[in-house]
């Protein structure tokens, strides 16, 4: 499923993005938010309660304890999926 800013009228770091989402899939439903900006996707995601994945190729200094799970870039993504389900 894509949700783009046009469609819900907002701009991350704003929720409406993952609020958007958890109502078309469900809250019952299991999801993960893979993405590499600390400030409009990791930091959301984790007040909201998404799991995520942080590709951290900026190398921000953020604290990566607050992701689910931390990738320098994307080779590794699909094994992590598979480790975290």
Known sequence: MVVTAE???SYKPAP??????????????TWLHAAC????????????????IW???DRTGEDPAAATA????????????QALH
Do not use: Y
């Open 7 to 9: 469609h819900v009228r």
């Open 16 to 29: 409406e993005h993952f609020t958007h989402l958890r109502r078309q899939i469900g809250p019952s439903a």
């Open 37 to 52: 900006s600390w400030f409009h996707d990791i930091a959301p995601a984790r007040a909201l309660g998404v799991p995520r």
């Open 55 to 57: 590709i951290n190729r």
């Open 70 to 81: 931390v990738l320098p870039d994307l080779r590794g993504l699909a094994a992590t999926l």
